[in-house]
C-alpha cells in the first residue's frame, strides 16, 4: 500500500484498489501537539466506537466505512473529497466556545442568552463551525456567513443540517446511557457521486466531550470521559508548563496515561455497552 497522509492521530494508505486504509495511533493530541507517550489502546477505541456510531446514524447521513481492517485500529473506507470546514455542534457551553461566549456573547457569530456559565446547556444545539487549519496551527471559529462564502449557500445549509441531526441522534443515544454529549466534531466530504458523506471518526473521545449526567454541575469544568482531563493537567502547577510560552508541553506522567486510557475505555463501554476487547 502506498502511505498517503499522516496526521495528528491517523496514518492513511492508499490500497492497489484505489481505497483507503485509515489506521487509528495510540497518538494523543492537543493544544495542537503530539503528546508523549502514547496511550495505550487509544487507536483502538477510536475505530471500534466511531464503527459502532456509524452503525448508529447509518440512517441520518452516510459514510465512507467499506468494511473493519484486520486488526482493531484500522478500516477500510471509501475516498471523499474533504470539505474544508470544521463541523461543529455544540449543546453546552464548554471549550473554546466559552471563550468565545465570555469575550462578547456569541459562539461563530451566534448571539448566546446572557448568564450562561462553563458547562451550561444552551437553549438548543447550534451549529459551530471553524476553519481546518494545517498540523500544527488552531482551528479558528468562524460565522456561517463565512460558510456559505467558502462552500455556498445550498452546501452550508447541508453542512449545518447534516452537523445538528449527528449531534442530536448522538446526543440521544447517550443520554440513555447516562451522559452528556456536549458538543462534537464531525468530518464531511463528497463521494465519487457528490454526496456528502461522514468520513474520518465520529463521537469519540478525541472528537467530542463527554459528561457524567449525573455530575453535571455548571459553573465549573465538568468531568469527563475524553481528553479533557489531559488538557487539564497541562495547564495545571503540577505540569510546570506554560502554554504560552512556545515550548512543547512536558512528558505525560505515568498516572496521567492511565488515567486518560482508563476514560477512553469507560467512554467506549458505556456508550455501546460492550467490554472493550482490544
Known sequence: MKHVHSGKVRDLYQTDDGLLLMVASDRLSAFDYVLKPDIPDKGAVLTQMSLWWFEQLKDVVPNHIVAPGRDARSVLCRPLRMVQVECVARGHLAGGGLNEYRADGTVSGVRLPEGLEDGSRLPEPIFTPSTKAPMGQHDE???????????????????????????????????????????????????????????????????????????????????????????????SPESGWDKSSGNPPPRLPDHVVERTRQRYLEAYERVTGVPFSG
Open 141 to 235: 471559529p468562524i460565522s456561517y456567513e463565512q460558510v456559505v462564502a467558502e462552500v455556498g449557500a445550498e452546501t452550508a445549509a447541508e453542512l449545518r443540517r447534516i452537523t445538528l441531526a449527528v449531534y442530536t441522534r448522538g446526543a440521544e443515544i447517550a443520554r440513555e446511557r447516562g451522559i452528556i454529549l456536549a458538543d462534537t466534531k464531525i468530518e464531511l466530504g463528497w463521494d465519487a457521486d457528490g454526496v456528502l458523506t461522514l468520513g474520518d471518526e465520529v463521537l469519540t473521545p478525541d472528537s467530542s466531550r463527554f459528561w457524567p449526567a449525573d455530575q453535571w454541575q455548571p459553573g465549573h469544568t465538568q468531568p469527563s470521559f475524553d481528553k479533557q482531563f489531559v488538557r487539564d493537567w497541562l495547564l
